[in-house]
């Protein structure tokens, strides 16, 4: 509001990390689920979330307040 704050909040889809132990990058099966069920054919990758954050924080996101942005590659569409 009036002190320039904005809060968003960024809901990251399946990414092939160490979270949840590894499950998307190691597990093949579930890996290729979570590639037939996105729009972009394939799990995110830490670089794509990444750059959803750059994306935000830059000059293109400075209207942008209050929102719950979903970065999934299009999951369940």
Sequence with gaps: G??????????????????GHGAVRDNSELNAFVAGNTALGR???PD??????????GDGGRWINGQRIEASGGMFL
């Design 2 to 19: 009036p002190r320039g704050i904005s809060a968003n909040v960024l809901a990251p889809g399946a990414i092939e990390t160490d979270f």
């Design 43 to 45: 799990a995110g990758l």
């Design 48 to 57: 794509d979330i990444g750059a959803a954050v750059a994306a935000l924080l």
